[in-house]
């Protein structure tokens, strides 16, 4: 059973970056799908973008691309989420989920991270 936690939030400028890790352990990442979510107050839980595990990127949000991209380091069983342009729309507590296939609803993962909240204000 893998055990999945966030790091790397924060509160940045709008214009600002932050990159995001997604950390596991209990199960390699490796060969799995891991997508990003996240979840703005008084709104669903929306899918940003999601790794297959043969490391084809899908894109769920279309204001992210090409600001947003995800890569995976198996040798350090973490996945990261590099924001850029961050733009105060992006605040939300993002969640990172791990399954065997990529998906942009919620039901498409099996394990999930508890979390890391990102801000973005002047």
């Known amino acids: 059973q893998a055990r999945l936690v966030e790091s790397g939030g924060g509160l940045v400028q709008p214009g600002g970056s932050l990159r995001l890790s997604c950390a596991a352990s209990g199960s390699t990442l490796e060969g799995y799908a891991v997508g990003w979510f996240r979840q703005a107050p008084g709104k669903k839980r929306e899918g940003v973008l999601c790794i297959s595990g043969s490391d084809r990127v899908t894109y769920y949000v279309d204001s992210v691309k090409g600001r947003f991209t995800i890569s995976r380091d198996n040798a350090k069983n973490t996945i990261y989420l590099q924001m850029n342009s961050l733009k105060p729309e992006d605040t939300a507590n993002y969640y990172c989920?791990?399954?065997?296939?990529?998906?942009?609803?919620?039901?498409?993962?099996?394990?999930w991270g508890q979390g890391t909240q990102v801000t973005v204000s002047s």
């Open positions: 989920a791990t399954g065997y296939y990529c998906g942009g609803s919620s039901g498409d993962y099996d394990y």
